[in-house]
């Protein structure tokens, strides 16, 4: 427990917070890394989804590549986009990239194959161009859960993005392999906490945002007793059917 | 008039949907395809708009065979219901209404203009332009089905079991309903169900399909339960039985009709 009082200490210490290394320039690159990754992941994954979703086709290979892409180890991929491409960023972000993509295809395929087939045949029989069932009918209904998708990749990027401080001077990840070789733990625990900090508020950001891109129509509770009368009288076919007993 | 000509449909798993149906569909007469489940009225139904192509023959609207039609052009013209109206959950009543005038690229004030009197027609209170499907009952839905399926004026009409998902109450309430507007609007309407009461009540000409996509008779009403084609439209009307068998019975001078139960059914008018 005094360990943990002594991150704090130290990420509470004013000296951290200024000059070159301190928290805010660490947060800042920790925060664009992120952004960056999830933006070729997106890039990739999301079209890709998209089209397995909306044709029904490819899903199988699809499944089973990023269930691979799951399996690889993101720091053996790291050490070893590193070993090649050096010093730098490139090697942690197609590392974090690779780790992105599955949650992205999943949220992606499963938003769009979430839509009902009916609304879908219906919204082609009256004559929407397939790009128009795309874009009006299943991205907007399947939304929330490929912005879940995007959620939970965001979190594994910004959990692991911490590697990029293994072969590139980038990130909250500093604070942790600088206290880990200085055996400057209050430092270590620090970063990993802000990290978590981190990553609570922005999954925060995307609940709200998730909760937002649920359609009205979709969102609005089905309310009993909303018939009013039509602007003209209707056929009365038979009397009323009462059943049970009546009170 | 739409024209089936020699159509047949086999699916890529090798049903055979439809086998070689040759009929007619008079213009401004409701149509009723019925039959069965897979009997083939919902492909037939289908192969109107492009929704299915034909394995081998030709259907044509006004003498065009509609495979040299570009499909989406093709539907953007013909009016479409389908069963659970199919409605866009997303979208308010008003926008669902005017989703095809607005794909065909025309001005919103006009297409919600529109669409408010076409909720007058299918006897929908403007009120109820802004909720979304879901917070109508089932019959209301199957009215905004409607009024989006004559939003852009069609000569043809497809329904497809509109009214195969709501009770027995209101299901009676639409088909009146229908009655009256294609008393009004006088469209050709090509309509499915395997409901033969409303397949009689509806049709002009009723088209009675059997099991593996054959049509059994072709006919009025009238016509069928005159002269059945064979023992299975007879047996699938029911002409022997219930309330389609009536005989005439005197009590005190009056003539009551019975029906096959021997139940009374009405007194015959003179």
Do not use: C
């Not at chain 1, 906490?193 to 359609?215: E, M, N, T």
């Not at chain 2, 009238?222 to 002269?227: C, D, G, K, M, V």
């Amino acid at each position: 427990m005094n360990l943990f009082l002594d991150g704090i200490a130290w990420i509470l210490d004013p000296a951290n917070w200024s000059g070159p290394g301190s928290i805010p320039q660490r947060l800042w690159e920790h925060v664009s890394i992120t952004a960056l990754v999830l933006v070729i992941a997106s890039a990739i994954a999301l079209p890709v989804g998209a089209v397995i979703g909306h044709t029904g086709r490819g899903r199988e290979p699809a499944v089973r590549v990023s269930g691979g892409l799951r399996a690889l180890p993101t720091l053996g991929v790291l050490t070893l986009f590193g070993i090649w491409l050096g010093i730098g960023l490139a090697a942690p972000i197609i590392a974090l990239v690779i780790l992105a993509i599955p949650p992205l295809l999943a949220g992606a395929y499963a938003g769009f194959e979430s839509v009902d087939r009916r609304t879908i045949d219906a919204a082609r029989a009256v004559g929407m161009l397939e790009s128009q069932i795309v874009g009006k009918v299943e991205l907007p209904l399947g939304m929330p859960i490929v912005v879940g998708g995007i959620r939970s990749a965001t979190l594994q990027i910004i959990a692991t993005a911490t590697l990029a401080a293994y072969v590139a001077n980038e990130g909250l990840g500093r604070f942790i392999f600088e206290g880990l070789k200085t055996r400057d733990f209050p430092q270590m625990l620090g970063g990993s906490i802000l990290v978590i900090i981190l990553a609570l508020v922005i999954d925060g950001l995307f609940a709200v945002i998730q909760r937002l891109v649920v359609p009205a129509g979709v969102r609005a509770s089905r309310t009993r007793e909303l018939r009013s009368r039509p602007t003209r009288s209707r056929a009365v076919v038979g009397q009323p059917i009462i059943e049970g007993n009546q009170k | 008039m739409i024209e089936f000509r020699g159509v047949s449909k086999t699916f890529p798993d090798g049903t055979r949907a439809v086998v070689d149906v040759d009929i007619v569909i008079p213009p401004r007469k409701t149509t009723v395809f019925v039959g069965s489940s897979g009997s083939g009225k919902t492909t037939l139904l289908r192969m109107i708009n492009r929704m299915v192509d034909p394995t081998s023959g030709q259907v044509l609207i006004d003498g065009t065979d509609v495979a040299t039609r570009e499909p989406v052009a093709l539907r953007r013209g013909i009016g479409y219901v389908m069963q659970n109206s199919g409605l866009l959950p997303h979208r308010t009543v008003i926008d669902n209404v005017a989703t095809v005038p607005l794909l065909r690229g025309a001005r919103k004030r006009d297409a919600h203009a529109h669409a408010l009197e076409l909720l007058d027609t299918v006897g929908l209170d403007r009120s109820l332009a802004d909720r979304y499907p879901s917070q109508l009952s089932g019959g209301q839905q199957q009215r905004v089905g409607v009024a989006r399926g004559l939003a852009v004026d069609p000569n043809i009409l497809l329904m497809d079991e509109p009214f195969g998902a709501v009770d027995p109450i209101v299901r009676a309430e639409l088909q009146q309903e229908l009655l009256r507007l294609q008393g009004e609007l006088g469209k050709t309407v090509v309509f499915v169900t395997h409901d033969i009461d409303e397949a009689f009540l509806l049709g002009d000409q009723v088209v009675i399909m059997q099991h593996g996509g054959k049509i059994s008779q072709a006919a009025s009403p009238t016509e069928i339960l005159a002269n059945p084609a064979d023992d299975f439209v007879a047996e699938f009307v029911g002409a022997d039985r219930g309330k389609r068998a009536l005989h005439i019975t005197e009590v005190g001078g009056r003539r009551i009709v019975l029906d096959g139960d021997g139940r009374a059914a009405g007194v015959l008018a003179s």
